[in-house]
């Protein structure tokens, strides 16, 4: 199993612009969820999903969006990027239905907002 | 607003000596993980512990739990060098309840 991977590892983008960061896991799990870390930070959730076709909005959602169509992907979109968004961005799985509470991280997105 | 905070914000100690960390939360939780992040490198689940439990070990891990005090200790005993990385809690109101993170405590174990 490949487990959490997350594209790209690394991207630069200028004020305005829009992409997507992607995420998939192989384990099958229901929960997904969406985190950035700045300097110095802990873990904020952005936006967390419990199943396909279910998500909700954690503690920073603003200028995010996300969908859950199959169970596998959870892509997080950035709608116009602004410098705040400078960050690195990481996606968690896990499956707490099946007694697996604890998550399993992706390596994380760097992001740069120009 | 995040649930942990932890202390101390770092800590600095040799090869060989414990390394504890603390962790104080606000609200009622369903359980209490420690994770591990390495510089540059996704997170790693540590252990868990849930509110009806006091006390867990792993290894070289021992984590407590004062649902009282709503608080929480990480003890690394006998560290290593490898050991050097940031060590977050993070907390779950409910069962499979979405987790909200501390701020972190940044471990330097020299050798």
């Known amino acids: 199993n490949a487990g959490v991977t997350q594209t790209p590892k690394f991207q630069v983008l200028k004020t305005g612009q829009s992409m997507t960061l992607q995420c998939a896991q192989d384990?099958?799990?229901?929960?997904m969820s969406w985190y950035r870390q700045d300097p110095g930070m802990g873990l904020r959730l952005i936006h967390y999903?419990?199943?396909?076709?279910?998500?909700d909005q954690g503690e920073v959602p603003n200028g995010y969006n996300v969908s859950r169509s199959t169970t596998e992907d959870f892509p997080l979109r950035l709608l116009s990027a602004a410098p705040s968004q400078t960050s690195v961005y990481f996606c968690?799985?896990?499956?707490?239905?099946?007694?697996?509470?604890?998550?399993?991280f992706g390596p994380g997105t760097r992001l740069l907002v120009l | 607003s995040q649930q942990g905070e932890e202390d101390p914000q770092a800590l600095s100690i040799q090869e060989g000596e414990n390394a504890t960390m603390n962790c104080s939360y606000k609200?009622?939780?369903?359980?209490l993980q420690w994770y591990r992040q390495n510089s540059g490198r996704g997170l790693v689940h540590l252990i868990l512990?849930?509110?009806?439990?006091r006390e867990k070990h792993s290894g070289r891990l021992r984590v407590t739990l004062d649902t009282s005090k709503k608080s929480s200790s990480l003890l690394i005993t006998a560290s290593r060098a490898a050991d050097t990385a940031s060590y977050f809690c993070?907390?779950?109101?409910?069962?499979?309840?979405?987790?909200?993170f501390g701020q972190g405590t940044e471990l330097s174990v020299k050798p």
């Open positions: 609200t009622s939780i369903n359980n």
């Open positions: 968690a799985s896990s499956s707490p239905r099946h007694g697996q509470e604890t998550q399993y």
């Open positions: 993070a907390t779950a109101e409910y069962q499979g309840g979405k987790l909200i």
């Open positions: 384990m099958n799990h229901e929960y």
């Open positions: 999903s419990v199943g396909a076709g279910i998500t």
């Open positions: 512990i849930r509110s009806n439990e």
